[in-house]
């Protein structure tokens, strides 16, 4: 498998890139939502550093599979291997339906333009910044969009909630979470070392779109963890831990036999 990790100790100097908030009823995409990009990216710095860490006790522990746990884990990190290439006109495609459905009143001059930070992308190609998830990144967006709308658009547009001054930019932290979920779940192995994976594939075997949806519900998740600590950019490591930890024990609780049993799941709104 691809080595991915893209994280950076925590308590380093902090790289970001930060989205000013937006006063009530004004549209975020207008001119006054202001991107600050710190001196390097935030993607693979302050923002993926609590992506990577390893526990001692995992690393000699693997779980046995079913051969139907085998195939579907291979499928999913089939998923996984594939980077975003920005020559292939299905990752072009995929990349326009994400932002039709982002903003779909507002079209889009092209694919490298200064409008991806009005999503919160780092820069004007969001390209550079799918490095850390690869094209499954772009594929959970899309998924999330399409199933769930209404969240989708109210982490977007960040509508809930008594919002900080600087908040966490969607796409980056979007990326963030599917890079997360890989390693949480450690889905580049043969076969998983940690009982969340091993709980994982259970839901996986049941349902192929378990990633994605366990996806929705982290996002959902991790905003409501950042609502509740009443975080700032600066945080966004603290919250993702913490996002984390929650997600983990939701996952092993006995009796939930399906990610939709999980409470965080009630979070979503399609």
Not at 143 to 167: C, H, I, M, T, V
Request: with cysteine; charged share 25%; aromatic share 12%.
């Amino acid at each position: 498998m691809e080595d991915r990790s893209v994280g950076s100790s925590v308590g380093g100097a902090a790289s970001f890139v930060a989205v000013r908030k937006i006063p009530h009823g004004e549209p975020c995409h207008s001119n006054s939502a202001e991107v600050v990009a710190g001196s390097a990216a935030w993607l693979g710095k302050g923002l993926s550093c609590v992506c990577v860490q390893k526990r001692d006790s995992d690393a000699s522990t693997f779980f046995d599979l079913t051969l139907a746990q085998e195939e579907c884990l291979e499928r999913l990190q089939r998923r996984i291997d594939v980077p975003y290439d920005s020559s292939i006109t299905e990752h072009q495609d995929a990349l326009r339906a994400l932002w039709n459905a982002a903003f779909p009143e507002e079209e889009l001059r092209g694919l490298i333009s200064e409008q991806w930070k009005e999503m919160g992308w780092q820069g004007k190609d969001p390209s550079t910044d799918f490095r850390g998830g690869g094209f499954i990144s772009l594929e959970n967006f899309l998924y999330f969009s399409r199933n769930f709308p209404k969240s989708f658009q109210d982490l977007l547009w960040k509508r809930e909630g008594d919002r900080s001054a600087w908040e966490y930019p969607f796409a980056v932290a979007g990326v963030n979470i599917t890079f997360m979920l890989i390693q949480m779940l450690d889905l580049e192995t043969v076969k998983p070392r940690t009982l969340v994976g091993a709980t994982f594939l259970k839901f996986l075997e049941e349902n192929e779109s378990a990633f994605d949806l366990l996806y929705c519900i982290t996002f959902v998740l991790m905003d409501r963890q950042w609502l509740s600590m009443r975080a700032s950019y600066m945080d966004f490591n603290t919250v993702m831990k913490s996002t984390r930890s929650q997600l983990e024990k939701e996952l092993l609780v006995e009796d939930i036999t399906r990610l939709e049993d999980l409470p965080s799941y009630k979070l979503l709104s399609s």
